[in-house]
Every structure is written in C-alpha cells, then in structure tokens.
C-alpha cells in the first residue's frame, strides 16, 4: 500500500536549535517528493521538490534531502517565523490518472 | 498575481442543506484537486481533474460532486450536507500530478 508517514509529530525548538524531520514513503516507482509548508489558516505553501536519492535543496535555514526509503528536512538554526507545520507528499498513479499522497506533518514551534 | 482563489473563507450549514465550494485558478493549470483537511487525518483527496470535462474519484469521495467545464475553475458540490462534512476544504492545481501543486487558502465549513 502506498503510503507515506512523517516524523514526530510535533517538535518544538529553540531559537538556533538545529533539527531534523523525517519523511519515509513506501510508493513503487518514485516520481518525485515534496515539501510544503502550511501557516494556521492557509494553505500549504510549496518549497522544495526532490526527484532522485542523493538530491539535495536549500532555501534559507532549510535543506530537504532524498534517500530511496525516506528524505529529511533540516532546519539550521531556526527562527519563530519558521514556526508551521511542514508537510511532504508523493504522487502515485492508479490507471491513467495521479494525484498526491501527503503525509500527517509535523508540527515545529519555535520558541525565541 | 492571484493564483488559486477559493470561495467562500467560511461557511454554516445544516444538515441537508447543499451548496457550491467555488475554486478559480489563473495559472492555466490541467491538473486541478480537492482535498479535505481534518485534525489528525491530514489532507485526503476527494475528487481530482487532469483537465476540462475529465474527472475522477480520489480518496474520499462519498457526498461530493465535481464538473470541469473550463480550465480555470473547479467547483464542488456538496449535495446532501452532513455533519461528518465538516472540515477545511483545499482546492489546488498544477500542470501535472507530478509538479508542484498551489493552494487556495481553503473554505472552513461547519454543518450543524
């Protein structure tokens, strides 16, 4: 069964407390994995897509990376605005159609 | 630059009632979705579209009805309004199941 879980399910940081979040996906055939994240009250924000093992992104304190069973996002010295809750998601495909799986995401405080 | 515009921001119903969840999108995206998000159970897809006058079934879609007759919008119905009905609704789209998707910032729905 394609699947696809994240862990924990809420951290909470220190401002400058490095970390990371997990992502693992049990899909046969990868064709991508994304991250996004999602402010009370909004709709999840895109940030990073990751096509193959070994591929790497950055954007300011984030960097999302890809294995072949799971893909992490790190958090570099974190401030409170990244506080949110971080979601990653893989598309699957069923007959001649595709559509996302997301995960339950993680909730990240930040405390100054 | 709007994106994807969702309609209304909130939304009271009783039991029974129907009503039209309106989403717009100006990117000319094919690929356009329906996700319900609920406290726990992340965001589950209810019906999907790869384009105009071509629809399908995702996860959840018991209750709900959905039409694309154009390329910009995506509305769906809700036909007969339940009380496990009520949750945040997302519409999203994207050229293709395997991009990036873009969020409207969702219509809260209460049926009481």
């Known amino acids: 069964e394609d699947q696809v879980t994240q862990s924990p399910e809420a951290l909470r940081l220190q401002e400058g407390e490095s970390s990371s979040l997990n992502c693992s996906y049990t899909v046969s055939g990868l064709r991508g994995l994304f991250w996004y994240r999602q402010d009370p009250g909004k709709g999840p924000e895109f940030l990073f897509t990751l096509y193959s093992a070994g591929e790497e992104k950055e954007k300011e304190r984030l960097k999302a990376t890809l294995t072949k069973k799971e893909s992490f996002l790190h958090i570099t010295a974190p401030k409170p605005e990244d506080s949110a809750t971080y979601l990653c998601?893989?598309?699957?495909?069923?007959?001649?159609?595709?559509?996302?799986?997301f995960g339950k995401g993680t909730k990240l405080s930040v405390k100054p | 630059n709007a994106g994807v515009t969702q309609t209304p921001k909130f939304q009271v119903l009783k039991t029974g009632q129907s009503m039209t969840l309106q989403c717009a999108q100006d990117?000319?995206?094919?690929?356009m979705s329906w996700y319900r998000q609920d406290p726990g159970m992340g965001l589950r897809l209810i019906h999907y579209?790869?384009?105009?006058?071509?629809?399908d079934q995702g996860e959840v879609p018991n209750g709900y009805n959905v039409s694309r007759s154009t390329t910009e919008d995506f509305p769906l119905r809700l036909l007969s309004a339940a009380p496990s009905q009520t949750s945040v609704y997302f519409c999203a789209s994207s050229y293709s199941p395997n991009q990036p998707q873009h969020f409207g910032d969702g219509t809260r729905l209460s049926i009481l």
């Open positions: 998601a893989v598309p699957i495909y069923g007959g001649s159609q595709g559509n996302l799986i």
């Open positions: 990117m000319n995206h094919e690929y």
């Open positions: 579209s790869v384009g105009a006058g071509i629809t």
